[in-house]
């Protein structure tokens, strides 16, 4: 018998679990109702917090607002994740800065010549990508505190995104994400999760 656990357990209350968690969803559709500076800025504002190794950061967004951007980034996109994109009011770009390092020595202070160390190490791409990608997962949750709808993807030409949008960044684009209300027709049917003891083991 699966163990059901209750909310209690949690410091959160149910309302804000549903919201981030369990009523939340993947949207593939969207309203044509915008998405303003101030929800963006304000979604930013809480997902920084979230840590990273060394307090890097290495995230980055470039956000897709204009119709024009909007027919730059479409046919970078996989067939199956254009017409999504297209009805999304605000899409996001979501790079990993592999110059990451050079913001080091003002948000990692107490570790003098980590800019320099790290600079030289051949892992730093791989250290930014999976701190972005971390990133990602805060930036998602941030989007459903929001009260909006994210569709988070990975299916999209990287290297003509890079082109087209990031040349001479330095960034890598790791994701795509949609954000918005979601339409009435928004959602696929949701698939199930593993179970705890399918996950979790205990030494």
Do not use: C
């Not at 969207?30 to 929800?39: G, H, N």
């Not at 979230?50 to 290495?58: D, H, L, S």
């Not at 980055?60 to 996109?77: D, F």
């Amino acid at each position: 018998m699966t163990a059901i656990v209750s909310g209690n357990a949690l410091a959160l209350d149910e309302a804000a679990q549903d919201l981030l968690f369990r009523e939340a969803r993947t949207a593939n559709a969207f309203t044509d109702e915008p998405v303003s500076e101030e929800q963006i800025r304000a979604i930013y504002e809480l997902v920084k917090w979230g840590p990273t190794a060394m307090n890097g950061q290495p995230m980055r967004l470039l956000l897709v607002r204009s119709s024009e951007a909007k027919a730059r980034l479409l046919p970078h996109m996989a067939e199956g994740n254009r017409a999504k994109t297209a009805s999304a009011p605000l899409t996001a770009i979501v790079t990993a800065d592999g110059d990451f390092h050079e913001h080091l020595p003002t948000v990692f202070p107490h570790r003098p010549g980590i800019r320099d160390s790290m600079a030289a190490n051949p892992g730093r791409p791989n250290v930014a990508r999976f701190n972005a990608a971390i990133q990602l997962g805060y930036l998602i949750v941030g989007i459903r505190a929001a009260g909006l709808a994210a569709g988070p993807m990975t299916g999209f030409d990287a290297e003509g995104i890079e082109r087209e949008f990031l040349a001479g960044t330095g960034q890598q684009a790791i994701a795509v994400v949609n954000i918005g209300r979601p339409a009435p027709d928004a959602f696929f049917p949701r698939n199930p999760r593993l179970a705890f003891d399918q996950v979790v083991s205990t030494l």
